[in-house]
Structures are given as C-alpha cells and as structure tokens.
C-alpha cells in the first residue's frame, strides 16, 4: 500500500464568482472534485442518485465543506443537491434548471457520474451491459446536452468536463462493458467541442487512471493485482480522488481557456510505463 497522503491544494480563487455542477457528486472522484471547485470559489449545485446512501452521503460532503467556512451557514447559498437517476433525460432537464434557479447561471459541467461492476465476458448479462451504458454513457450525454443548452443561452461560454477514463484508451477482460462507454464519452467531448466552439463552450475529457474508489475496492483486493497496479504507476502508486481535482480545476478556469476537444491523462504514468 502507498504511504501518500493527500494534501490540500493551496486555497486561491481560481473559480471565484463562477457557477458548477456535476453529477456524481457524493463518493469517489465526484466528492474529492465538489470539495475542490468550492475551495477555489465556485458554488456547486451536485446530481446523485435518489436514495437513502447517497443523501447520507450528501449530508456528510455539506457538513465537511460547512466546516472549513468561516461563516459555516453560508453552505446552503453555495452547495445544492438535485437528485435524480442520470440516465433518465428528464433528470438532466431537472438538475440544470434547478441550478439556474439557485445560481442564476453555469459556467462549469463535469460530467462525473459513472459505475464499474467488474465481471467476466462471455457470462456477462445484457442487463449488466445495458445498465453501464446507461449510466456512464447515456447519463454523460444528456447532461452535456441540457447543460450546453443553459450555457447557450447565457452566452458567456462556459467549460463543460466529463470524466472518462485511461480505459478509453486501454482495455480490461472484466470490463468489456465499462470501457466502451469510457470510450463513448471521450468521443463525445470532442464532437461536443466541434458543435459547442461557436458559442465558446469548451468541452474536455479528463482520463483517470486506477484511482482508489469503491468502484474498484473489491478488485484491488486481490493483493497480486493490487501489487501489480502500483508497479504499472511511474509514480509508484495508485491514485486518490483529490489526484483528478487539480486537472479538473485547471480544465475549468480560464488557464486552459484554449483547450478544446483535448484529453488529460491523469494516470501516475501508468499508460507509458509499457516495460
Ligand atoms: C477505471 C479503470 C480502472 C478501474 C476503475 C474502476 O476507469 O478502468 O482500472 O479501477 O475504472
């Protein structure tokens, strides 16, 4: 097991006064990203499933996030939830009028919302696949779709960021389901970024690599596997879901303001680290 421990960004305002949502918000990579785009002065309005462990898991991120404010009440004027099952359009349609109606625009979308049932091929279930492609693909795409749409009709642009994977690039025999939906979604930041230039929405993929969540908990415990992940890294471990934050940040604030239809790889070296 890697000995690093996550360490806090230094607070800026690299987002200040600017408006995000994301879907997935509450466990994994999604919490670690809500926590940074409000570190850096954005308010957040957050997509999770419409149940009993996400909202504990919602209440529990507001509760963290309320306590590194000074004025802890001030949490409701820039955190919200919407929840709602992503791969239903209607949800979509919900989660970006509800932000609007908060924050009265948007000016930042990551497309974050995913899940990875690890399983062998040839047994694989239809529903098992048909479930992949709906959350992580359909899920990805309608709520580019209505956020692209809010955006438009600002007229101020704005940074739209879906969370695909290094397995966009690469495959897995126990997720034959999972990576083409990883793969669907870089496609769609770059002809998002083809249809979106004109209205100077920019639309980017982040790619993790094998980021410590509960998506592959049950996976790396198997040790042989485990141990061979984090000898793949250059960097020596496997990656923690405030590793992805940064880029997303960066993909978010004008710094990449030239960036469109580009893909960051944020994977500890693993995907160059060949022999
Ligand atoms: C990633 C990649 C990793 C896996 C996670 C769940 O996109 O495929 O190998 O650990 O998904």
């Not at 690093?4 to 949502?21: H, R």
């Not at 809500?34 to 957040?44: D, F, N, R």
């Not at 098992?128 to 692209?148: I, P």
């Amino acid at each position: 097991m890697s000995s690093y421990e996550p360490q806090p960004y230094p607070t800026t305002t690299l987002l200040a006064y600017k408006a995000a949502a994301i879907t997935g918000g509450v466990t994994g990579i999604g919490r670690a990203i809500v926590k940074e785009l409000i570190h850096q002065g954005a308010t957040v309005s957050v997509n999770h499933l419409d149940d009993a462990s996400s909202k504990e898991s919602f209440d529990s991120l507001k509760s963290e996030i309320a306590a590194t404010l000074p004025d802890p009440t001030l949490i409701d004027t820039i955190l919200i939830n919407v929840p709602g099952d992503i791969s239903q359009p209607e949800t979509s349609t919900e989660f970006i009028a509800k932000t609007i109606e908060k924050f009265g625009k948007l000016d930042i979308f990551v497309s974050n919302a995913g899940i990875c049932d690890f399983h062998e091929f040839l047994s694989l279930p239809p529903e098992l696949y048909q479930k992949h492609r709906a959350v992580n693909m359909d899920g990805a795409y309608y709520s580019t779709q209505a956020a692209a749409n809010a955006m438009k009709s600002f007229g101020k642009g704005g940074s739209i960021i879906a969370i695909s994977s290094i397995s966009a690039l690469v495959g897995g025999a126990g997720q034959t389901h999972y990576t083409p939906t990883k793969a669907g979604v870089l496609s769609l930041m770059q002809s998002a970024a083809c249809a979106l230039g004109q209205y100077g929405i920019r639309c980017n993929a982040i790619l993790p690599g094998v980021i410590r969540t509960r998506l592959n908990e049950e996976d790396l415990k198997d040790e042989e596997k485990r141990k061979y992940m984090e000898g793949r890294m250059a960097l020596g471990r496997l990656g923690d879901p405030t590793d992805i934050a940064g880029p997303v940040v960066f993909l978010a604030s004008d710094f990449s303001r030239y960036m469109t239809g580009a893909q960051l790889l944020v994977d500890g070296g693993a995907f160059v680290n060949f022999q």
